[in-house]
């Protein structure tokens, strides 16, 4: 049952081979997670934080997941619409209570837009 020389191996093949088999790369959700992972970065070596890169790697780990599942499935939204929805809330809190827009503004309104934009996926 081996291959002979010069026979396809598409009749063989377990994956079919399809025109569209590329998978679509979410772009916009991946740099989201880069900006959340480099955000905890900074304020770790600017501020000397722990917290900010701890919970910068983790969202933006998070995040990355997610924006795998979206790249896969564009209606597999859930930990990419939990994580974005998690940091609003958090980051929006700390920007009413500090006035500051770098960092906690930035990152409340990088992903109100990323809630917004999952949710229209979804529709």
Do not use: C, H
């Not at 701890?54 to 896969?72: I, K, R």
């Not at 564009?74 to 009413?96: D, E, F, H, Q, W």
């Amino acid at each position: 049952m081996g291959i002979k020389i010069g026979e396809s191996q598409e009749k063989n093949s377990v994956i079919p081979k399809t025109k569209n088999s590329r998978m679509p790369i979410d772009w916009i959700s991946y740099s989201y997670a880069a900006i959340v992972m480099v955000g905890g970065i900074l304020g770790y070596t600017w501020k000397g934080s722990v917290m900010s890169l701890m919970s910068g790697l983790l969202f933006g780990s998070l995040a990355g997941y997610g924006a795998y599942q979206v790249s896969n499935d564009p209606r597999n939204v859930k930990i990419s619409l939990l994580t974005a929805g998690i940091l609003t809330t958090v980051m929006g809190v700390r920007y009413k209570r500090s006035g500051k827009v770098i960092p906690a503004g930035l990152i409340a309104g990088i992903s109100l837009f990323m809630v917004l934009r999952l949710v229209f996926m979804m529709l």
